[in-house]
């Protein structure tokens, strides 16, 4: 069983709507949790960095985290077609140095 | 802003042969992580540096080695290369006391 659990998709959803994802992970060592975008071909782009349980926002997009659940969420409000790309989920139990774990990836399409 | 730099971008190889990836962290990052990506995949870890010195070591196989050197830059090794190492190589740096991870556009290798 991988550390960490992501549905792979595909997702498709109409431009405008909100779009979870979400991730689960068994390693209860994990204290940092990051979302990355990577779009076909490219290197993967941080969009969330998260410490610890809790909700954190950067203009549409808003990181959750639930320790007790070992569950963590991304939520996009107001998708777009630029959107479009597969999202890794991501966490480490250090902070910085160390390894940091990938989830396998949801490809979402955002349909004009 | 400054981003990683990986060199080079696309790489082609016959099988036993050895090759050589070179990697430039954002300027003032003190960490370099080495990621492998084959299609479909998500990235597995390799190995990281931290100010010279390997702080972290993941899946790499014997064959591959890397290291740091004074100016931060990291090459990562492979040799006796088989056509499984076909795949997308990331590099990527953290600053100080952070586990926020910036990746490069990736070296592409095909082993023919």
């Known amino acids: 069983q991988k550390e960490v659990e992501q549905d792979p998709g595909p997702l498709s959803v109409p431009e405008g709507a909100i779009v979870s994802l979400n991730c689960t992970y068994s390693n209860s060592a994990f204290q940092y949790f990051m979302w990355y975008r990577q779009y076909s071909r490219k290197g993967p782009e941080l969009l969330m960095y998260t410490y610890s349980s809790g909700n954190k926002e950067d203009g549409r997009f808003t990181a959750q985290v639930d320790k007790s659940s070992k569950y963590i969420s991304l939520f996009i409000r107001d998708s777009q077609p630029s959107d479009s790309a597969t999202y890794l989920c991501?966490?480490?139990?250090?902070?910085?140095?160390?390894?940091?774990?990938f989830g396998t990836g949801t490809k979402l399409q955002v349909i004009p | 802003a400054a981003g990683v730099i990986q060199s080079p971008r696309h790489l082609i190889k016959e099988k036993r042969e050895t090759a050589t990836l070179k990697c430039y962290p954002i300027p003032r990052h003190d960490t370099v992580y080495w990621y492998q990506q084959g299609p479909g995949q998500d990235p597995q870890f390799l190995i990281s540096f931290y100010e010279k010195m390997q702080s972290d070591k993941g899946s790499i196989p014997d064959r591959f080695s890397a290291q740091q050197f004074s100016d931060y830059h990291s090459e990562l090794n492979m040799s006796s290369l088989e056509l499984g190492d076909s795949a997308l190589y990331f590099c990527?740096?953290?600053?100080?006391?952070?586990?926020?991870?910036?990746f490069g556009e990736g070296s592409r290798l095909t082993v023919l």
């Open positions: 990527a740096s953290s600053g100080p006391m952070t586990g926020e991870l910036f």
């Open positions: 991501a966490m480490s139990a250090s902070g910085g140095y160390q390894k940091v774990t």
